[in-house]
C-alpha cells in the first residue's frame, strides 16, 4: 500500500513538474507592429513606416518600426515625409521620419537631383520615371548611371542627346533643376 501511495505521489508530482515545464518555456507571442498614419502614434524610439511610402496619403496605415540605432555617414541625401532633405535612408529613419516615394522636398541640392524620394548625382547618373497611373502604387523613381555616352569631362552637364538609342525611356527627356549650374536628367515613361 505504501508502495502504491509513493508511485502516486512520484506520477503526481512529475506531472505538475512537466505542467511547470510546459508554462516557462511558452514565450509570449509578439504583437503585430502598431498601425499608425504619422509619427506621433508610435513609440519615442519609433518611426511610421508607410508601404509603399505614400507619408499616410494611401489607404493603408503605415507601421510603427523600431528606429535604427546607428547610422553610416554616407551621402545618398533623400526627401523624407515631413519635406526635409536628410543624409541617407538610416538618418531620416533615425530622426523617426519615413521616405516620401513621390518626393515633395523644395530643396534644391548641388549636384543632386530630386528623383522620388532620392537624388540622383548629376555627374554619375539620371533619374528613371515610370509613371504609374495607379494612386496606390506611386510611380517608380530609379537612379541609373549615365552609359559611357553621356560621361562628360570638365563639369559639363550631358544633355538628351547623349543615349544611345533604345534606352528604356528616351522618347520623353529633359532637364530637372539643381542649386548648381550642372540640371539633372530625367527620362520618364508609362510602361
Not at 59 to 67: E, I, L, N, T, V
Request: include cysteine.
Amino acid at each position: 500500500m505504501k508502495f502504491r501511495a509513493l508511485s502516486c505521489w512520484l506520477t503526481l508530482a512529475l506531472a505538475a513538474w512537466l505542467v511547470a515545464a510546459c508554462h516557462a518555456e511558452r514565450k509570449p507571442s509578439p504583437s503585430p507592429p502598431a498601425n499608425c498614419t504619422g509619427a506621433a502614434a508610435c513609440g519615442a524610439a519609433q518611426y511610421c513606416d508607410f508601404q509603399p511610402g505614400l507619408c499616410g496619403a494611401g489607404k493603408a496605415p503605415g507601421s510603427c518600426a523600431s528606429r535604427p540605432p546607428k547610422c553610416a555617414a554616407t551621402y545618398d541625401p533623400v526627401c523624407a515625409c515631413d519635406h526635409r532633405v536628410y543624409d541617407n535612408e538610416c538618418v531620416a529613419r533615425a530622426a523617426g521620419v519615413d521616405l516620401d516615394v513621390n518626393g515633395g522636398c523644395k530643396t534644391l541640392l548641388a549636384n543632386y537631383a530630386a528623383c522620388g524620394g532620392h537624388f540622383c548625382d548629376t555627374r554619375r547618373s539620371y533619374c528613371e520615371i515610370v509613371l504609374s497611373d495607379v494612386t496606390e502604387l506611386p510611380s517608380d523613381y530609379t537612379c541609373k548611371p549615365f552609359p559611357p555616352s553621356c560621361q562628360v569631362g570638365g563639369g559639363a552637364a550631358p544633355d538628351c542627346s547623349c543615349f544611345p538609342a533604345g534606352t528604356r525611356c528616351l522618347s520623353f527627356c529633359g532637364p530637372i533643376e539643381t542649386a548648381s549650374g550642372v540640371p539633372g536628367l530625367h527620362l520618364t515613361c508609362r510602361l
